[in-house]
């Protein structure tokens, strides 16, 4: 018969272990994701200020504003911005590692 509160304490053992040695490499990841969100940030007031672009995407029939969705008439947002650029595209990195 297996003593529950030992195997508790070995799988919480393994689980710390893990975590010491992976340590490094999810400090990486998580500084990527972060410096990839700010360098978004910091570069959306240039974008902004691009009304052709805004111009452009209110022209697009009706079946391609559909086709590219809501985010890309909300280009010239921050919210819109940030969601083109770093929330559709992060799922790659996470599924890429």
Do not use: C
Request: net charge negative; hydrophobic share 50%; proline share 3%.
């Amino acid at each position: 018969m297996k003593d529950e509160k030992g195997d508790e304490i070995y799988k919480v053992h393994i689980f710390h272990r893990y975590l010491r040695a992976e340590r490094i490499v999810t400090l990486l990841y998580a500084l990527t994701l972060f410096f990839s969100a700010y360098f978004i940030v910091i570069i959306f007031p240039s974008i902004r200020k691009i009304q052709a672009l805004k111009d452009y995407l209110e022209m697009l029939p009706p079946f391609l504003r559909g086709f590219f969705g809501e985010e890309a008439l909300l280009f010239t947002t921050l919210e819109g911005f940030a969601t083109i650029e770093f929330f559709n595209t992060t799922w790659l990195v996470i599924v890429g590692v």
